[in-house]
């Protein structure tokens, strides 16, 4: 673990809540500074990897959660402090190298995701895709870094992106578990700590998958109906059978068992 410096650290490198206070006239998307007092909570409580504020792996956690606050809040590329604008690109496993404003205008969930067989990144806009993953984890999607492998200039870094599934995704139902996804980015940056270019690498199906795994709820409802209906239909069946060899049998009666017992039942034990 690289212990470094952290007197003269630039703003962007710092705590996220310090650089949301100190953040002015910012043009932030929903009209206000973002509150991350619940992420705050939830990452003491959760969070695997409690690294010193003096470690390179701190610095870097830093860099990037003040990234992930400008590219969910701020719509001015000029408010931007973690990126150079005019160079700053950003790909996932390998795919299309997107700039500054395909970020602002896409969010990160359809540049991160793309394309894929439980998610069309083309069907959705910035603002129906961020719902759509606040609402399947209504506390939070939260992140850490893991390990810093290689220092600045070029950053090699492994995280951890967690969450509990207990809100629907899209028509699929919640199934309570934590999912994690598990990835490695390649951070360039400048002599200023500014980010040149970021490279993601994870498994998006995998996420996507466990996203889906409790079935949609329309899928479920039906099944139940249809259980409801054949359990009814099997209990119609049997009342009417028993009716007909009841009615069968008074015509014919077992006399013996009838006049032994003087129960109008007595036919049907054998």
Same mark, same amino acid.
């Given at each position: 673990?690289?212990?470094?410096?952290? $007197?003269n650290?630039?703003?962007?490198?710092? $705590?996220? =809540?310090?650089?949301l206070? /100190? &953040?002015q006239?910012?043009? %932030?998307?929903n009209?206000?500074?973002?509150? !991350?007092t619940?992420?705050? *909570?939830?990452?003491? +409580?959760?969070?695997?990897?409690?690294?010193?504020?003096?470690?390179?792996?701190?610095?870097? @956690?830093?860099?990037?959660?003040?990234?992930?606050?400008?590219?969910?809040?701020?719509?001015?590329?000029?408010? %931007?402090?973690?990126?150079?604008?005019?160079?700053?690109?950003?790909?996932?496993?390998?795919?299309?190298? !997107?700039?500054?404003?395909?970020l602002?205008?896409?969010?990160?969930?359809?540049?991160?995701?793309?394309?894929?067989?439980?998610?069309?990144?083309?069907?959705e806009?910035?603002?129906? &895709?961020?719902?759509?993953?606040?609402?399947?984890?209504? =506390?939070?999607?939260? %992140? =850490?870094?893991?390990?810093v492998y290689?220092?600045?200039?070029?950053?090699?870094?492994?995280?951890?992106? %967690?969450?509990?599934?207990?809100g629907?995704? *899209?028509?699929?139902?919640?199934t309570?578990?934590?999912?994690?996804?598990?990835? #490695? /980015?390649?951070? *360039?940056?400048?002599?200023d700590?500014k980010?040149?270019?970021?490279?993601?690498?994870?498994?998006n199906?995998?996420?996507?998958?466990?996203?889906?795994?409790?079935g *949609?709820?329309?899928? @479920? +409802?039906?099944?139940?109906?249809?259980? =409801?209906?054949?359990?009814s239909?099997?209990?119609?069946q049997?009342?009417m059978?028993?009716?007909?060899n009841?009615?069968?049998?008074?015509?014919?009666?077992?006399?013996?068992? !009838?006049?032994?017992?003087?129960?109008?039942?007595?036919?049907? #034990?054998?």
């Amino acid at each position: 673990m690289t212990q470094i410096n952290t $007197d003269n650290l630039p703003l962007w490198v710092q $705590d996220r =809540e310090k650089v949301l206070q /100190s &953040s002015q006239n910012v043009k %932030w998307r929903n009209g206000a500074a973002p509150n !991350y007092t619940t992420s705050t *909570k939830n990452l003491a +409580k959760e969070s695997k990897y409690n690294h010193p504020e003096n470690s390179l792996e701190s610095i870097v @956690q830093n860099l990037v959660r003040t990234f992930d606050i400008e590219a969910n809040f701020k719509t001015n590329p000029q408010d %931007w402090l973690t990126v150079v604008q005019d160079k700053f690109r950003m790909s996932t496993n390998g795919g299309t190298n !997107y700039q500054l404003q395909d970020l602002i205008n896409s969010g990160t969930y359809k540049l991160l995701i793309g394309n894929t067989q439980h998610y069309k990144a083309s069907e959705e806009s910035f603002e129906t &895709s961020t719902n759509l993953f606040h609402t399947a984890f209504p =506390e939070g999607f939260l %992140w =850490e870094v893991v390990e810093v492998y290689s220092p600045p200039p070029t950053i090699v870094v492994k995280w951890r992106h %967690w969450g509990h599934f207990r809100g629907n995704y *899209k028509d699929y139902v919640s199934t309570g578990e934590t999912i994690e996804v598990i990835g #490695i /980015s390649i951070v *360039k940056v400048d002599e200023d700590l500014k980010i040149l270019s970021l490279e993601h690498y994870y498994d998006n199906t995998k996420f996507l998958d466990s996203l889906t795994s409790g079935g *949609k709820a329309i899928a @479920q +409802k039906q099944q139940q109906s249809s259980g =409801e209906t054949q359990t009814s239909n099997s209990l119609q069946q049997k009342f009417m059978g028993f009716i007909k060899n009841f009615l069968r049998l008074k015509k014919n009666p077992k006399v013996s068992n !009838y006049r032994v017992s003087r129960c109008p039942f007595a036919a049907f #034990i054998q």
